[in-house]
């Protein structure tokens, strides 16, 4: 039985010199903080298979920084985001309207995370999923595991030059875009993203890049060389351990 998309969110940008980002000797004090926060012992046991310090060292969040997620599934990442960012910062988490009909029991438990302490920091944004719109400009937008998503027919699908370009705009100047998702074979386009749920990463990268943004460094924390990136990532044997690619795009700041 195929699963639904809502299954795979929930389940589951001058020059700039580009980089492979080595794992960091050493996670920031605030890093460390935030992923020790007693508010989500829950999500402590995964933090080591989704490399938690190493993807939040590589998107460079900090302390009173502006955050955009797009589309925030369960809220593993929001909650680091909301501890990260403390009481000065902010996390804006958008929900897809295209998601209501799937998910009104993981909306409903949204809205009341976002009214609980520690999490007052976050704002939940239902909005269309092609219409991407912020109060202010942040610093980062970060997605995870969804990229793809928006290209499939259930989000519209998404006009991505247009969509990215939105991106573009809800960045302050010298703000940063990282993509992580699920990779796909070297040349497969888009052609996998409603079958396998993976996409091919230089795909992403000329997508991005059309928007404006640099690419400004990639991470190799999440690959997996034993994953032939030909497999469903619902599969068994597959899941929780894809070969996954980590982006970052940087807006010029001129």
């Given amino acids: 039985m195929r699963l639904t998309p809502i299954v795979a969110f929930l389940a589951i940008a001058a020059t700039f010199a580009v980089v492979a980002a080595p794992a960091p000797t050493g996670a920031s004090a605030y890093v460390t903080s935030a992923l020790a926060d007693p508010a989500r012992k829950a999500d402590t046991g995964d933090d080591a298979r989704r490399h938690a310090a190493d993807v939040m060292t590589f998107a460079d969040v900090k302390p009173g920084q502006k955050v955009l997620e797009l589309v925030p599934g369960e809220g593993y990442w929001t909650r680091i985001f909301s501890g990260i960012v403390g009481a000065k910062g902010h996390v804006y988490t958008v929900w897809p309207n295209e998601m209501n009909e799937y998910s009104a029991k993981s909306l409903a438990a949204w809205q009341g995370l976002v009214t609980k302490a520690p999490y007052t920091n976050v704002s939940l944004l239902q909005q269309p999923a092609a219409t991407l719109s912020v109060s202010e400009p942040v610093d980062l937008v970060f997605t995870v595991q969804n990229y793809h998503d928006y290209h499939d027919k259930f989000m519209g699908p998404v006009d991505m030059a247009s969509f990215d370009k939105q991106v573009f705009n809800a960045l302050k100047p010298g703000g940063v875009f990282v993509v992580v998702d699920h990779s796909a074979v070297a040349g497969s386009g888009f052609s996998t993203t409603e079958t ?15 928007a404006g943004f640099v690419l400004d460094g990639e991470s190799d924390a999440l690959r997996n060389k034993d994953d032939a990136r030909t497999a469903k990532v619902f599969d068994p044997a597959i899941r929780g351990k894809t070969d996954q690619f980590i982006l970052r795009f940087k807006k010029p700041a001129h």
Avoid: G, I, S, T
Wanted: charged share 55%.
């Fill in 196 to 210: 396998l749920h993976r996409v091919d990463e230089d795909a992403v990268k000329k997508e991005v890049e059309a």
